[in-house]
């Protein structure tokens, strides 16, 4: 097993032993001992109770970093490209980022119905921002001796962008779906708690009303393992569709 | 032939370049020297087209066919980091996969990088990059060639293996050719007329005695010529 991998194994240990001195500082009822709730996630993950909660937070959540990315990408990239459009459209996008997305679950539900589509919308709300703004970064990142090579090569405006512009964006658009992952997971929790039964939030507060608390930890747990394989997901692609960034890792260590 | 009238760019301050009138005949190899900030690489990126005139105009050619996109090296490597060798120096070309891949092929072996084709530029080490670089910018066969100081970012020996390199290149196709230095040996070694820049404008043109000739490094003609030219500087 190479480092990586104990790593991560090493963080959830540290987290482990908080855990259980936290446990033991305020008392087992108000927070379990972690060997009981991964006990109890195991049980509700064996006989399924928790499965349709898991699955319909994941088909939220990846349904939003679709049309996220299909729709933000290309927005970014060409706010980067030009330096008109940037004047035109970075200001909106200033006002837009910080506004509180969540504050507009009702809008969202009253537009879009109380189905999934309002909870996918919310979320694509809080990651297009990120999105846009990283890749009209990426692009504008560009150093100028690249262009000097499109330019003198006499690329033409597709290949520039599929050659020059996604790839150097690529890295800072998978970070900031990294970043945008743990936002999402609080919104998610948040809109999960109405009008739905099913979703990790549902679950975590549905357990907490019913005062059971191994239940509702277990919820918790599992949102973090959610966002912790997401992230994990992520750093493999990277891997996979970057894999420069490997060799160029390497000659700065 | 490369030809300029009256070519000006003025950033202010009396910096830019002023009045320049070169004609550079096909086959020539010319250097532009002179101290940081004369204008020798605004000078060149004017003639590559990625800097546009304020004042005057360049024309570019060959057997009397115009050309836009003369072939510009530049003192980075300037590779795109997520294309591997082949891809990056396939990156302006047109045509089917398998011509694309026999002239990549055939230009490897020339620039001794054919056990290279897969490596991405954070795998190579200096010298290498930059023969990609040259391979990419030599590959579309371009008949006037222009070089921004493709040497400074290397040490001493890959420097002059480089520039060995290019000397062969050069003897080969006789391309035309102009390229910016810091470096006054660099430009006897590879040069025929070297132009001395000073404050915007070219103040001298001096004409190489010497023949090309790979080993001409170290000898006494050499280092003759090369003082010509520093005292040449030293005055300005």
Redesign the interface.
């Given at each position: 097993m190479n480092n990586k991998y104990l790593n991560k194994f090493y963080g959830l240990l540290i987290i482990t032993l908080l855990w259980y001195l936290l446990s033991l500082f305020l008392g087992n009822n108000l927070i379990p001992y972690p060997h009981n709730v991964w006990l109890y996630l195991l049980t509700i993950t064996v006989n399924g109770n928790i499965v349709p909660h898991i699955t319909y937070s994941l088909f939220r959540l990846l349904s939003a970093i679709g049309f996220a990315l299909t729709i933000g990408v290309p927005i970014g990239l060409l706010i980067g490209s030009s330096t008109k459009t940037d004047q035109w459209f970075s200001p909106i996008l200033y006002i837009l980022y910080p506004i509180p997305k969540i504050a507009f679950l009702p809008v969202f539900m009253a537009l879009f119905g109380l189905g999934d589509f309002s909870k996918i919308t919310l979320l694509f709300s809080v990651l297009i921002f990120q999105i846009i703004l990283a890749t009209r970064d990426g692009v504008k990142q560009i150093?100028i001796?690249?262009h000097?090579?499109t330019?003198?090569?006499?690329?033409s405006k597709k290949d520039q962008l599929l050659?020059?512009y996604l790839?150097?964006a690529?890295p800072n658009i998978l970070s900031a779906l990294r970043i945008s992952i743990g936002i999402s997971m609080a919104v998610l929790f948040f809109g999960e708690n109405y009008a739905t039964s099913y979703g990790i939030g549902y679950f975590i507060m549905n357990n907490w009303i019913m005062v059971n608390y191994k239940g509702m930890f277990a919820g918790i747990l599992a949102l973090s393992l959610m966002a912790a394989f997401l992230i994990y997901l992520i750093d493999v692609i990277q891997d996979k569709i970057?894999?420069?960034l490997t060799?160029?890792k390497?000659?700065k260590i | 032939m490369i030809n300029t009238n009256n070519l000006t760019i003025n950033y202010g301050d009396n910096n830019g370049i002023f009045n320049i009138n070169l004609r550079i005949e096909h086959g020539d190899i010319y250097a532009i020297v002179g101290h940081s900030g004369c204008g020798k690489t605004t000078l060149l990126?004017c003639l590559?087209?990625?800097l546009m005139p304020d004042k005057g105009n360049v024309t570019i050619h060959d057997h009397n066919e115009q050309i836009?996109?003369?072939?510009?090296i530049?003192q980075?490597d300037?590779l795109?980091?997520?294309?591997n060798v082949f891809d990056n120096i396939a990156?302006?070309l047109n045509g089917s996969k398998k011509t694309i891949s026999n002239k990549i092929s055939t230009i490897l072996m020339a620039l001794d990088l054919i056990n290279y084709r897969n490596h991405?530029?954070?795998?190579l080490s200096g010298g290498q990059k930059q023969r990609v670089s040259i391979g990419?910018?030599l590959i579309?066969n371009p008949d006037v060639l222009l070089m921004d100081e493709p040497t400074a970012s290397l040490d001493a020996f890959t420097k002059e293996a480089l520039q060995d390199l290019l000397l062969k290149l050069y003897i080969e196709k006789q391309r035309t050719t102009l390229f910016v230095t810091h470096s006054i040996e660099e430009a006897v070694f590879l040069a025929n007329k070297i132009l001395i820049m000073d404050k915007g404008k070219i103040v001298k043109t001096y004409d190489n005695p010497l023949e090309h000739n790979l080993n001409l490094r170290g000898s006494p003609d050499f280092y003759d010529v090369v003082k010509d030219i520093r005292l040449m500087m030293g005055g300005l």
């Amino acid at each position: 097993m190479n480092n990586k991998y104990l790593n991560k194994f090493y963080g959830l240990l540290i987290i482990t032993l908080l855990w259980y001195l936290l446990s033991l500082f305020l008392g087992n009822n108000l927070i379990p001992y972690p060997h009981n709730v991964w006990l109890y996630l195991l049980t509700i993950t064996v006989n399924g109770n928790i499965v349709p909660h898991i699955t319909y937070s994941l088909f939220r959540l990846l349904s939003a970093i679709g049309f996220a990315l299909t729709i933000g990408v290309p927005i970014g990239l060409l706010i980067g490209s030009s330096t008109k459009t940037d004047q035109w459209f970075s200001p909106i996008l200033y006002i837009l980022y910080p506004i509180p997305k969540i504050a507009f679950l009702p809008v969202f539900m009253a537009l879009f119905g109380l189905g999934d589509f309002s909870k996918i919308t919310l979320l694509f709300s809080v990651l297009i921002f990120q999105i846009i703004l990283a890749t009209r970064d990426g692009v504008k990142q560009i150093p100028i001796e690249f262009h000097h090579v499109t330019q003198t090569l006499g690329l033409s405006k597709k290949d520039q962008l599929l050659k020059l512009y996604l790839p150097h964006a690529l890295p800072n658009i998978l970070s900031a779906l990294r970043i945008s992952i743990g936002i999402s997971m609080a919104v998610l929790f948040f809109g999960e708690n109405y009008a739905t039964s099913y979703g990790i939030g549902y679950f975590i507060m549905n357990n907490w009303i019913m005062v059971n608390y191994k239940g509702m930890f277990a919820g918790i747990l599992a949102l973090s393992l959610m966002a912790a394989f997401l992230i994990y997901l992520i750093d493999v692609i990277q891997d996979k569709i970057c894999p420069w960034l490997t060799y160029e890792k390497r000659n700065k260590i | 032939m490369i030809n300029t009238n009256n070519l000006t760019i003025n950033y202010g301050d009396n910096n830019g370049i002023f009045n320049i009138n070169l004609r550079i005949e096909h086959g020539d190899i010319y250097a532009i020297v002179g101290h940081s900030g004369c204008g020798k690489t605004t000078l060149l990126h004017c003639l590559a087209g990625i800097l546009m005139p304020d004042k005057g105009n360049v024309t570019i050619h060959d057997h009397n066919e115009q050309i836009t996109n003369p072939g510009l090296i530049q003192q980075k490597d300037a590779l795109f980091p997520w294309f591997n060798v082949f891809d990056n120096i396939a990156l302006g070309l047109n045509g089917s996969k398998k011509t694309i891949s026999n002239k990549i092929s055939t230009i490897l072996m020339a620039l001794d990088l054919i056990n290279y084709r897969n490596h991405y530029p954070a795998q190579l080490s200096g010298g290498q990059k930059q023969r990609v670089s040259i391979g990419r910018t030599l590959i579309s066969n371009p008949d006037v060639l222009l070089m921004d100081e493709p040497t400074a970012s290397l040490d001493a020996f890959t420097k002059e293996a480089l520039q060995d390199l290019l000397l062969k290149l050069y003897i080969e196709k006789q391309r035309t050719t102009l390229f910016v230095t810091h470096s006054i040996e660099e430009a006897v070694f590879l040069a025929n007329k070297i132009l001395i820049m000073d404050k915007g404008k070219i103040v001298k043109t001096y004409d190489n005695p010497l023949e090309h000739n790979l080993n001409l490094r170290g000898s006494p003609d050499f280092y003759d010529v090369v003082k010509d030219i520093r005292l040449m500087m030293g005055g300005l």
